[in-house]
């Protein structure tokens, strides 16, 4: 008989597929999973998070041990302070010399388990996390000899890779590998937007909603409109549901924001990818077939399959390849302070109030919010980077670091110098008027620079294109905005940054 195995499942390894689950012998081996303080505060994540980690963590317990496997389990009410004090409790009850662990999904989780086994004189084995389509040394071995990384050329040898919307000669489907363009429409109200399924829960999930609301009585988080599965069955249904209502508009919407929703067409499944709920090459292959069976367009399948064989799967790949140190970039010099009202969405702006407000309410917006609306708003402004990133970290339902840094740093911010997008998305009002309806209800108007009814995104997008000039200069996407800017007078361009300074003081000090 071989040595008995421990098995550690952290909050989002939910998958019973998973590495460490495989060829497991249910008569002598052991899984550890716990509930921990350092886990559920390191940032005060949103009580939708912690609820939804909570319960799923505590279904795929009773799940495994209806499998018949031995689950030492530690609730939140046990009191233990991290994962390493959950071994330490296991290997009371039981002599452990090596514990098996997925590759984490967090650099930091990674040293804390580290550390640990040296303290203990035991030894982790990190087993390569399979549910990933690229691992962590194909991706290395992808970036490595190339001057600038390309999203687009990853997501095209992933594309060959794993076989999707390729046609009988091995290209791509319709002759094109991107529909980008086509994906671009703004909201006018012209379509109707599905209405998402009441999600029932059952006995976990109410007993976890008393002891989160008790417990973290300050963290953001309605939990009266929490709507997420919690199992994998679950997951699939809420997946069904987009495929067979939401997807056939998916890319035409993608890009678009609406009042009257806070999905629109979206998937709403990041967060159940993310906990190991669903599967993503399974999903992939979900949408592929519901354009082969005529059920959308090839770009809205196309524009899903991306999102999800291409960016997710690339931006953890920056994510390991530049850790630890990418947590740290600031190439911008941004330090001013997080706003208050980030906590509490109390701002005039009124697309920054809905996505701020959903956000900290729901633990969700589109990416469209995060990146061109949030985001946008601390790029121009110049927050803070690492107070921007662990108030995302904080507030999302999918937010892991590995997927979060690289989005909110490199994409959202431009703190890593370009490593993650070849030029900041930076945008004025009139991006976001095009995108949505949002203006139709706002204070501001977003044609106006300047004067008190000027929408604020305005001026501060010039004052942050003249305060990095230099920066950008070199930068050929940037130069017809650098054109722009240099081609006012230098009376406009005085008025315009005088705006911007007031704007800006006014704005942080509210
Ligand atoms: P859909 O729009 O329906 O997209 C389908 C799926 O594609 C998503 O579920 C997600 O798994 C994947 N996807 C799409 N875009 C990205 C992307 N840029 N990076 C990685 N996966 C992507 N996503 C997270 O999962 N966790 C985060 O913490 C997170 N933080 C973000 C922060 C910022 C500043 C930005 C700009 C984006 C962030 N994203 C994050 C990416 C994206 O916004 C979310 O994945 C998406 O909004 C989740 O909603 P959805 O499931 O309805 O996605
Ligand atoms: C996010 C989170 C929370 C809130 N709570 C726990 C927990 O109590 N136990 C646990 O194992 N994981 C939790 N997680 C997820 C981790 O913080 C971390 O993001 C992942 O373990 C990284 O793989």
């Known amino acids: 008989m071989s040595d008995a195995k421990t098995v550690l499942i952290l909050g989002d390894q939910l998958s019973r597929n998973l590495a460490t689950l495989r060829d497991l012998n249910p008569a002598q081996d052991r899984v ?3 509930e921990v303080a350092a886990e559920a505060s390191y940032v005060p994540h949103n009580r939708h998070k912690i609820a939804l980690i909570f319960s799923a963590m505590r279904h795929f317990r009773d799940a495994l041990r209806a499998d018949g496997l031995a689950v030492t389990y530690f609730e939140y009410s046990e009191g233990l302070a991290s994962l390493g004090e959950a071994l330490d409790l296991a290997r009371k009850r039981s002599s452990i010399t090596q514990v098996d662990c997925c590759e984490p999904g967090e650099y930091r989780v990674q040293e804390h388990l580290n550390a640990w086994a040296r303290q203990s004189a035991c030894t982790i084995n990190w087993v390569e996390d399979d ?5 962590i040394n194909a991706f290395k071995a992808w970036a490595s000899g190339r001057k600038q990384l390309r999203m687009e050329h990853f997501y095209r040898q992933m594309r060959r890779q794993h076989g999707l919307l ?3 000669s091995g290209g791509p489907e319709g002759d094109k590998w991107n529909y980008d363009q086509e994906n671009r429409a703004g909201w006018r109200g012209k379509d109707s937007i599905p209405q998402r399924p009441d999600i029932p829960q059952d006995a976990i999930t109410k007993a976890v909603f008393a002891e989160v609301e008790t417990a973290f009585p300050d963290n953001p ?5 929490f709507n997420f599965a919690v199992t994998a069955g679950g997951a699939t249904a809420q997946l069904d549901f987009f495929i067979d209502h939401c997807l056939p508009l998916f890319g035409r919407y993608q890009d678009a924001m609406a009042e009257e929703s806070p999905w629109l067409y979206h998937s709403l499944i990041s967060m159940y990818l993310n906990i190991g709920l669903l599967d993503p090459l399974d999903i992939c292959q979900r949408a592929e077939k519901a354009w082969r069976e005529d059920k959308c367009e090839l770009s809205a399948a196309e524009g899903f399959i991306r999102q999800i064989l291409g960016w997710r799967e690339y931006v953890r790949g920056i994510y390991w390849m530049n850790m630890p140190g990418y947590d740290k970039l600031n190439e911008l010099a941004a330090h001013e302070p997080l706003p208050q009202w980030f906590w509490t969405a109390e701002t005039d702006m009124q697309c920054l109030h809905k996505a701020l407000q959903q956000s900290l309410d729901l633990g969700y917006a589109h990416h469209i919010q995060r990146l061109m609306v949030i985001g946008n708003f601390a790029l121009l402004a110049g927050l803070n980077v690492q107070e921007v990133c662990d108030w995302y970290l904080a507030v999302y339902v999918d937010a892991f670091e590995w997927v979060e840094l690289p989005n909110t740093l490199g994409m959202a911010l431009h703190a890593d110098g370009g ?3 070849s030029k900041p998305y930076a945008a004025s009002g009139k991006y976001i008027k095009r995108q949505g309806d949002h203006c139709n209800s706002c204070r501001y108007k977003p044609d106006k620079v300047t004067g008190n009814d000027a929408c604020p995104y305005n001026s501060l997008y010039w004052r942050f294109i003249a305060r990095h000039q230099q920066q950008f200069e070199s930068n050929p996407r940037m130069r017809l905005t650098l054109t722009n800017w240099q081609r006012k ?22």
Not at 131 to 135: H, P
Not at 495 to 505: F, G, M
Request: hydrophobic letters at 45%.
């Open 166 to 168: 390729l046609d009988a």
């Open 419 to 421: 490593l993650m997008a």
């Open 489 to 510: 007078s230098a009376d406009q361009q005085r008025a315009i940054l005088d705006w911007a300074d007031a704007s800006h003081q006014r704005l942080l000090r509210d």
């Open 32 to 34: 550890v999973m716990a």
């Open 221 to 225: 988080g309605d939990l009266s409109q």
């Open 131 to 135: 549910r990933y389509l690229c691992s």
